[in-house]
């Protein structure tokens, strides 16, 4: 494998992982109260956009070129950890 494949599986991986973990919580999000499951639906749809916006930036980056790759790496790191920064800070509201 090389080193662009593993990088991209590891980053596919942690994707994943952040939304398995949305998935959980938008699970508990059910049993909530109704002025909080308003509050969490509108986060939840922010968290949703930012992991729409992660996903189109791997398929970018596994499209891109060898001459755009390291640049590419660079902002899918970005938006990886403002997923990541916006899901620790939801998570911590609920």
Do not use: C, I, P
């Amino acid at each position: 494998m090389s080193h662009r494949d593993a990088y991209v599986a590891k980053m596919k991986l942690q994707l994943d992982e952040l939304n398995a973990k949305m998935t959980e919580l938008e699970a508990q999000a059910r049993v909530s109260r109704a002025e909080a499951r308003d509050k969490y639906q509108a986060e939840m749809s922010k968290l949703a956009l930012k992991s729409k916006e992660a996903g189109v930036k791997l398929d970018q980056m596994m499209a891109a070129g060898e001459d755009t790759w390291e640049a590419m790496v660079a902002e899918m790191e970005k938006v990886r950890d403002a997923f990541s920064s916006s899901f620790n800070y939801f998570k911590s509201q609920f």
